[in-house]
C-alpha cells in the first residue's frame, strides 16, 4: 500500500518546481520531506548580509512562474525567498508538505519496487518514486585548523548568520573570499571596529551593475508578457555565450583577464593590495564573482586583508602561519559547502542493500545527473555534473522535470512497476563527460568546490545548456 506514488524530499527551488509541474500534469499523489519549517532551501538558509544572486531575476525564476515583480537586476535572497513562498502557496503545494520532516534513511524493496523511506522522527511513508531535491550547497564548510573550537567569543557560517551579533566596534575576523564573503564583506566591514579578511585564493571579480528596475519596466514586465519573453531570451543567450571560453576554448579567457586586471588596477590604488587580490589561475577556473562594493570594501582604513594562511584558532584571537595573532571577538566562516557530500546527506540503500554514498565513495556518477544504475525509482535534481559556471540553475532543472515527468509516463504507459538505467549507458555517459571536463577551463589547474577528494570535478556540467536540454529530451 502506498503513502504516496512519489516522495520528494527537499522544498527547496529545485523540490517546489518540481511539485508544481506534477500538479501540471494531473498528479496529485505526492509528498514533499522538508527538514526545515519553511520552504526556501538555499535562500532561506542564507540570510546572511548583501546575500543575492548573480543570475538576473528575468532568469533566475521558474519559466511557468517569471514573476514580474522583480525590484532589481539581480535578485537579493528576501526577494528570493519571498517569490518562493508565494510561490508554494499560490500553487497549492503548501497541503502537499510535511515540514520539520527531515529524511534519515531511504531504501527500495525489490519485490514490491517501491521506496521505503524514513523520516527522522521515525515515521515510515512508502512510495513508489523518489526524487531527492537536496541542494548541493546545503552542508556548511568550516576550516580544518587547530583550536576551532577552542574560540570563545561568537563564530557562525555565513550560511547560518547569527543576526543577534552585534558587530559595531568588534574585532571581526571572516575567513574566506568566495562568492558568500564577497557580498557579506561590503556589508559589516563599516560596523566592524577592526575587520579581518583572511584570503587563501583571490576570486577575479568583475563588475556587478545591479539595478532597481523602474514601476514602468515592472508594468511591461506584468502586462506585455512578449517583452517579458524577449528579455528572459535575451539574458539566457548573453550568459549562454560566455561557456564558450569555459568548455570549448578556454584559451579565450586570457582575453577577458587582461579586461579584468585593467578594472583591478582602476579600482584597486595601493600596488601590494593589488598584487594580493590579482588571480594566478585561469579565469572561470573557479566561480567568477560580481561585485562593485568588496573592492572599495577592503581599501577602507579599518580593514585588512590577509595573504599568510590560517595556523590556528586560540579563545581569542586568529594566528597565521607566520605566527602573527589577531585579535577576534566574533570569526564569521565563508568556507563554503561540501558539495560533494550535500546530494546525499541520509542513508540510500537500492538493489542488493548497497548503500549510495558507499558506492560513490570514489566520485559521485550519475547518468544524465539525474539517475543512478542500481537505485530504480530514485531521480536527483540538481545530481552530479548538473551545476554551472555560467547560467541559470533553473534552466538545467527544468530540464530534469520534463526528464523525470516523460520517465514517469513511460512507466505508466508500459504498464511497469520501475524505470532504471542501465549500468553500461551510465559508465559510457560518464567517461564521455570526464573526458569532456578535460578540455574545459575548471581542468586547467586551480582547485574548488566542484572537485571531489579525488580531484575529479563531479558538479559541473561541461558543455552547454541546451546541450543538456537536448539529451533529457526524451
Ligand atoms: P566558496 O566559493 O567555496 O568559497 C569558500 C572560500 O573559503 C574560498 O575563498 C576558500 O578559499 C576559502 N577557504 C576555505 N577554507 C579555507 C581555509 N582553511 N583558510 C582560508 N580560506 C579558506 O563558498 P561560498 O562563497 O559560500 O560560495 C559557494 C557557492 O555558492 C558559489 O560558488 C556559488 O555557486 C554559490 N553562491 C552564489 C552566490 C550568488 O549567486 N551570488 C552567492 C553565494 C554563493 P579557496 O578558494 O582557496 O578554496
Not at 529545485?14 to 526556501?40: C, P, R, T, Y
Not at 602561519?321 to 568556507?335: S, W
Request: glycine share 8%; proline share 5%; hydrophobic share 40%.
Amino acid at each position: 500500500m502506498l503513502d504516496a506514488e512519489i516522495v520528494i524530499v527537499g522544498a527547496g527551488f529545485s523540490g517546489l518546481g518540481m511539485a508544481i509541474q506534477l500538479k501540471q500534469h494531473g498528479n496529485e499523489s505526492f509528498v514533499v520531506l522538508e527538514q526545515a519549517a519553511e520552504v526556501g532551501g538555499t535562500w532561506r538558509d542564507n540570510a546572511y548580509p548583501g546575500c543575492a544572486c548573480d543570475i538576473p531575476s528575468m532568469l533566475y525564476s521558474f519559466s511557468f512562474e517569471r514573476g514580474s515583480g522583480w525590484t532589481r537586476t539581480y535578485p537579493r535572497q528576501p526577494e528570493l525567498l519571498e517569490y518562493l513562498k508565494t510561490v508554494a502557496e499560490k500553487r497549492g503545494l503548501l497541503s502537499h508538505i510535511r515540514f520539520n520532516a527531515r529524511l534519515d534513511e531511504a531504501r527500495f524493496d525489490e519485490e514490491t519496487s517501491t521506496w521505503r523511506v524514513r523520516i527522522a522522527d521515525g515515521a515510515m511513508l512508502t512510495c513508489r518514486f523518489l526524487i531527492s531535491a537536496m541542494g548541493p550547497l546545503s552542508k556548511p564548510k568550516f576550516p580544518d585548523v587547530p583550536g576551532i573550537d577552542r574560540f570563545a567569543g561568537e563564530s557562525f557560517h555565513s550560511a547560518r548568520w547569527r543576526h543577534h551579533v552585534d558587530l559595531r566596534g568588534k574585532n571581526v575576523v571572516v575567513i574566506g573570499t568566495g562568492a558568500s564573503a564577497i557580498q557579506f564583506v561590503p556589508q559589516i566591514a563599516p560596523q566592524a571596529g577592526k575587520l579581518t579578511i583572511l584570503q587563501r585564493t583571490p576570486p577575479w571579480i568583475i563588475p556587478r551593475g545591479d539595478a532597481e528596475v523602474g514601476p514602468l519596466r515592472r508594468a511591461l514586465r506584468r502586462w506585455a508578457p512578449g517583452y517579458a519573453w524577449l528579455v528572459r531570451k535575451l539574458v539566457y543567450w548573453s550568459q549562454e555565450v560566455r561557456a564558450i571560453g569555459f568548455v570549448v576554448n578556454p584559451k579565450l579567457l586570457e582575453a577577458r583577464e587582461k579586461l579584468i586586471r585593467r578594472y583591478i588596477e582602476r579600482s584597486v590604488t595601493d600596488p601590494d593590495l593589488r598584487r594580493k587580490v590579482t588571480p594566478e589561475y585561469r579565469a572561470g577556473c573557479k566561480r567568477i564573482l560580481i561585485s562593485d562594493d568588496y573592492y572599495p570594501a577592503i581599501q577602507r582604513e579599518n580593514v585588512e586583508l590577509v595573504t599568510t594562511p590560517l595556523a590556528e584558532i586560540r579563545e581569542h584571537s586568529v594566528v597565521d602561519a607566520n605566527g602573527r595573532e589577531y585579535p577576534a571577538d566574533v570569526v564569521i566562516y565563508g568556507t563554503g559547502f561540501k558539495a560533494t557530500e550535500g546530494i546525499v546527506p541520509a542513508r540510500v540503500y537500492g538493489r542488493g542493500g548497497a548503500e549510495l554514498s558507499e558506492k560513490w565513495r570514489d566520485g559521485m556518477s550519475a547518468y544524465l545527473g539525474t539517475t543512478v544504475a542500481g537505485y530504480p525509482n530514485l531521480f536527483f535534481l540538481i545530481g552530479p555534473n548538473t551545476g554551472l559556471g555560467h547560467n541559470s540553475m533553473i534552466f538545467m532543472m527544468e530540464a530534469q522535470y520534463r526528464y523525470i515527468l516523460s520517465a514517469l509516463d513511460e512507466v505508466k504507459r508500459r504498464g511497469a512497476t520501475s524505470v532504471e538505467v542501465k549500468p553500461e549507458v551510465q559508465a559510457h555517459f560518464n567517461e564521455r563527460l570526464q573526458a569532456k571536463m578535460k578540455g574545459t577551463v575548471w581542468a586547467t589547474g586551480c582547485s574548488s568546490w566542484y572537485q571531489d577528494a579525488n580531484g575529479k570535478n563531479v558538479s559541473l556540467w561541461p558543455g552547454f545548456t541546451f546541450a543538456y536540454r537536448r539529451l533529457t529530451a526524451r
